[in-house]
């Protein structure tokens, strides 16, 4: 079975503190995806990133970060100089290889004080 | 820009009174996917098409049904309306090949109210 476990489920930090968002997965498959995703008050999940089992290179891309550690099943997302414009629900997904349906942690709501 | 477009994006409808969403797409993704989001909940997965296959999941309601006519459209029925069903309905597109896990790309939403 597959499950996604975003245990934090609010953060607040004020504007240009770094913020951690944590993700942990389960699956018996060796083969899988994993992914992030952003929701703003608006409505709209926005792509973030996808990574697959067999990259443990961690990303970075502007103030944006993810550590994946296979070993911990962990693919945790860090947001460096956190601004106001962060402050959204952010979703961790997991993906079985062969299956189209994503299994969607339970969402952590940031909100970012100015 | 290529995009997924949902209409309306808010939809008042009575309980009982059947009502449709739509979803179209310029991406040509071959897949598409309806889900629902409750508050502060998680989104949760209605059915999706592989191209002209419908799958459904195991846990949706008779009362929701799709339409794919074409590529770029896709279609949300849901017969009878109850106040259970009032929530955001996300649709989303991939690419299809299953073994290569592309990611999800989600329209703006339906917001369902049910009077």
């Known amino acids: 079975a597959q499950k996604v476990t975003q245990a934090q489920t609010e953060i607040s930090v004020v504007e240009k503190e770094d913020v951690t968002l944590d993700c942990v997965y389960e699956?018996?498959?060796?083969?899988?995806?994993l992914f992030w995703y952003k929701q703003p008050p608006s409505g709209e999940l926005v792509f973030l990133i996808r990574?697959?089992?067999?990259?443990?290179q961690n990303e970075i891309s502007g103030r944006y970060s993810w550590n994946f550690q296979k070993s911990t099943s962990s693919f945790n997302f860090t947001i460096t100089a956190s601004q106001v414009v962060d402050s959204a629900v952010y979703f961790c997904?997991?993906?079985?290889?062969?299956?189209?349906?994503?299994?969607f942690g339970t969402g952590t709501r940031l909100t970012v004080i100015p | 820009d290529a995009m997924v477009i949902q209409n309306p994006r808010y939809q008042v409808t009575q309980f009982g009174k059947p009502v449709t969403l739509s979803c179209s797409q310029t991406?040509?993704?071959?897949?598409m996917y309806w889900y629902q989001q409750k508050s502060s909940q998680a989104p949760k997965l209605l059915f999706h098409?592989?191209?002209?296959?419908?799958?459904n999941e195991a846990d949706t309601p008779d009362n929701f049904q799709s339409r794919r006519p074409n590529t770029s459209f896709c279609f949300l029925d849901i017969r009878s309306p109850g106040l259970g069903d009032a929530a955001m309905y996300l649709c989303?597109?991939?690419?299809?090949?299953?073994?290569?896990?592309?990611?999800?790309?989600f329209g703006p939403g339906t917001r369902l109210t049910v009077t």
């Open positions: 989303a597109t991939s690419r299809g090949f299953r073994d290569r896990g592309y990611e999800q790309y």
């Open positions: 699956t018996r498959d060796t083969t899988y995806y």
């Open positions: 990574r697959n089992s067999f990259d443990e």
């Open positions: 997904a997991l993906r079985r290889t062969g299956a189209n349906n994503l299994f």
């Open positions: 991406l040509n993704h071959n897949v």
């Open positions: 098409y592989y191209d002209k296959d419908f799958n």
